[in-house]
């Protein structure tokens, strides 16, 4: 990993980290499957693949490079499993899939196996880590929504049905729609992917308000504003397709994620897609962090990420609910060992908008600390104006009743002592 694209992911301070993918797991083909053996050893054995954009993929990158870059940064992993799909439509039959299910365990055995009883985990040991990796989760396949017949009829069952047997402790994610098909066994773990307009962001704001609270959990693993025109969201540049994340798109997303910290008690995880880009080279826009060979350039929606992640509270707060087809949305959290209350707000349109709190709270600093992204609505980070959008600090007035401003297309970080 390039220094300083890792610096500039470690700025973040990440919860977690989803790899290898995505479709970079699936494969043009079964034979170009990420294979995780394939990925370990030395660089010079690594037979490489085609990668799924089109170039060649050399898993320089492969799992424990993966694996000691997280281990540095302090990101543990939710990692996927090859599940018996490609790209190309191929599908593995069930009578063949007793290998790829061995080679699923020889990879989780490989991060959390015990190197006196596993073959794959004694290779970790050799290669100098005889401690496990952290794992919050094994994803099983990616976007199985695509070949929902055979993921729902036996290569769900059959592969988590062996894998939760030998490793008991593991929670096993799904990546079709929710309960679309019905799952046997019922999944603990869904990985949900929306690609959408800044207006749809913003107008859902309360998606996951209605889901039921039956035991199951959501991983918003894959989600970003790519275009203002939803008859198309895939199209050119011309036909509202985002080059780079824009202030519009950045201002819908944080509204939606307000939603998703709402709904913490079901949504665990949330991750923007894609991650990298290199401007030289690339098949998607917008990307959260773009690079060339002399610079990396982070975007509206970096910023806005970061803002969340290093503002994270430990306990939800009810208050008033924004309006569901309203433009301005919030969240109210409170870090409880340094008696923190963080607000979190989203400006969805150019109209300032005037916000009144009043905090149950008997102690309440007289002033706070208020993080603001904010700018015109096209307004974008690229290598042409690298740093036109980028957060400011300033004080603000704070008390058991105080009202706030928040500025047309902004995001707002509220943080303020109250106990």
Known sequence: MRIDLAEALAETKP????????????????????????????????????????????????????????????????????????????????????????????????VIGDPATSEPAALRASLGHPDPYPLVAVEV???????????????????????????????????????????????????????????????????????????????EGEFAAISTNPGNLFGSPSQGRLVWPTIEGTVGEAAFMTGLERNADIVFAASYAPLLQNVANYQWTPD????????????????????????????????????????????????????????????????????TFNLPYTTVHPSGSATILTGAQTASNNPSAPDSIVPATKRFDAGQTFTYNATGWSVHVLSVVAY
């Open 288 to 355: 959260l962090i773009s690079f060339d060979v002399k610079a990396v350039y982070r975007s509206t929606s970096y910023y806005m990420q970061k803002m969340f992640s290093l503002n994270k509270g430990d306990e939800y707060l009810p208050s008033t609910l924004p309006t569901p087809s309203g433009t301005v949305f919030w969240s109210v959290t409170r870090h409880t060992a340094t008696n923190k209350l963080l607000i979190k707000i989203s400006n969805t349109n150019g109209t300032p908008a005037s916000l």
């Open 141 to 219: 396949g990616n976007e199985d929504f695509f070949a929902s017949g055979s993921y729902s009829s036996y290569r769900w069952r059959d592969i988590v049905g062996n894998l939760s047997a030998q490793f008991p402790h593991v929670q096993f994610m799904a990546t079709t729609n929710v309960n679309s098909p019905v799952l046997h066994p019922k999944p603990a773990l869904y990985d949900v992917h929306v690609y959408q307009t800044p207006t749809w962001f913003a107008q859902n704001s309360f998606y996951y308000d209605s889901f039921a609270r039956d035991g199951t959990k959501y991983f």
């Open 15 to 110: 919860g977690f980290f989803r790899f290898p993918g995505g479709n970079n797991l699936e494969g043009e083909s079964i034979a170009g499957r990420w294979n995780w053996r394939n990925t370990v050893g030395p660089l010079a054995d690594r037979p490489g693949r085609l990668g799924d954009w089109s170039y060649i993929n050399t898993d320089g990158l492969g799992l424990k490079e993966y694996l000691d870059f997280l281990e540095d940064v302090g990101m543990p992993s939710i990692m996927a499993i090859w599940a018996g799909y490609a790209l190309n439509g191929e599908t593995a039959p069930e009578s063949q899939m007793a290998q790829y299910i061995q080679e699923a365990a020889d990879q989780i055995n490989f």
